[in-house]
T-cell receptor
């Protein structure tokens, strides 16, 4: 079956530091890959996505590249801010029987950015 | 900004109670989802509805009963729950395709005493 593995947190870093969160996956076929972010007390928000190999998703200074050869989708940001403190989830999608999609999530990585 | 709302935001119930969680989406989507988020466990998909039809039941116990009267509303009826069912229950919606983004509500924090 499908699975997503991401590094365990918490990750604590200083403002303006470089952030990397590793994510690897196992899937049949050609899934789409997503990064979602969850701020305290809120639901998940899409951060970025990539739908095919070598695609790069980017948003709010975050980037991730869909690497089929290494089955990875690592999240990076060059200079983090305190407001980036949140839990980050890597996910992949596979098609449900009729339509819609089924997201398989990693365990989440808590990131804490200190001023 | 989210177009998916969930009520109530917090719920405390006893094991013999019956309660319902409500989700409403204002995005014109055709697919809706229930997820369970427990501490220290990955987010678990519970149910998927597409055009009001249930297309996925991820081996969820029968004490959780979903209802989707139309594409904009999704309910989760709860009865005789166990303390281990305490969690954050998240609702999401998407247009319907396999690569579509899912949009999440803020969740209902459920505590079962």
């Amino acid at each position: 079956g499908n699975s997503v593995t991401q590094m365990e947190g918490p990750v604590t870093l200083s403002e303006e530091a470089f952030l990397t969160i590793n994510c690897t996956y196992t899937a049949t076929g050609y899934p789409s890959l997503f990064w979602y972010v969850q701020y305290p007390g809120e639901g998940l928000q899409l951060l970025l996505k990539a739908t095919k190999a070598d695609d790069k998703g980017s948003n709010k200074g975050f980037e991730a590249t869909y690497r089929k050869e290494t089955t990875s989708f690592h999240l990076e940001k060059g200079s983090v801010q305190v407001s980036d403190s949140a839990v980050y989830f890597c996910a992949l999608s596979s098609e449900v029987k009729a339509a819609g999609n089924k997201l398989t999530f990693g365990g989440g990585t808590r990131v804490l950015v200190k001023p | 900004e989210t177009g998916v709302t969930q009520t109530p935001r917090h719920l405390v119930m006893g094991m013999t109670n019956k309660k319902s969680l409500k989700c409403e989406q204002h995005l014109g989507h055709n697919a809706m989802y229930w997820y369970k988020q427990s501490a220290k466990k990955p987010l678990e998909l519970m149910f998927v509805y597409n055009f009001k039809e249930q297309t996925e039941n991820n081996s969820v116990p029968s004490r959780f009963s979903p209802e989707c009267p139309n594409s904009s509303h999704l309910f989760l009826h709860l009865h005789t729950l166990q303390p281990e069912d305490s969690a954050l229950y998240l609702c999401a919606s998407s247009p319907s395709g396999s690569t579509d983004t899912q949009y999440f509500g803020p969740g209902t924090r459920l505590t079962v005493l």
